[in-house]
């Protein structure tokens, strides 16, 4: 998990627990933990289908476990690749036996070597970076529901500990445990909603910006490359935030041989 992820929820959750003023454990109640967390997970699954709610747990690991590059990061690998095609009369075998730590660009780099068409290369790029942002909305709103849920669901565990409490008046032994139900299934509730699933759907969402942003420069850059752009433009192009008419329009690459000295 990202070390600010981590710090945060923790920190948030020790505030609460100290709150509690050394008591902590009485603030633990598994049967209200149970109608939340529970409830919540299985309302969320009701809406959706197996895979995708095995998609939205798998964008939630990816969003707290792996950090996007940089937009420097994926122009200085796209230079690099122009580079080689620039220089390299070998440049096929090399870029096909190269390894990426981009993905998205490897792949590009892969379809351009393999010979396909500049149009067929380029709508199955801007195909796959709305697929990947479709992903990401998808895991958005899959946590958002939840995020709506999860309040709900802890006034569902207040009423339940309610009639527990109401029902049950002349045994003073049920009225603790039912109040105890009745309130801290609102708290559970509060703190799922606020402290877990609102920053992990703030997360995913600025995390999906990041991707499409990477994706697109990589096909903005190798599409300018593959009709012989000249890599040491690229930096400018690109984060000059020129538009994709613009990076096409650019100057190709010089092929003049460099003078011997």
Known sequence: MHIASLIGVTGALLLIALATGGKFLQFVDWPAMAIVIGGTGFCVMAKSTLAEFREAIGVAKAVLTVSPQTPDEVIDALTEVGTIVRYDDRWMIVLEEREFSHAFLAKGVRMWVDGV??????????????????RFDRGRDF??????????????????GLVLMMGNMTDPRTIGPGMAVALLTTLYGAILANVIL????????????????????????????????????????????ASPQEIMAAPKADTTPPVPV
Do not use: C, Y
């Not at 067929?120 to 942002?133: F, G, H, I, T, Y």
């Open 117 to 134: 068409d500049h149009a067929v290369m380029r709508d199955a790029m801007l195909r796959e970076v709305a697929q990947e942002k479709s």
């Open 143 to 160: 946590f958002s529901f939840a995020q709506e849920i999860a309040p709900g669901m802890g006034m569902i565990g207040t009423l339940v």
């Open 198 to 241: 609102s920053p992990l759907v703030q997360k995913i969402v600025a995390h999906g910006k990041k991707v499409r942003r990477n994706n697109e420069l990589v096909v903005s850059g190798i599409l300018f490359l593959r009709r012989g752009g000249d890599a040491r433009l690229l930096a400018d192009l690109l984060l000059g935030n």
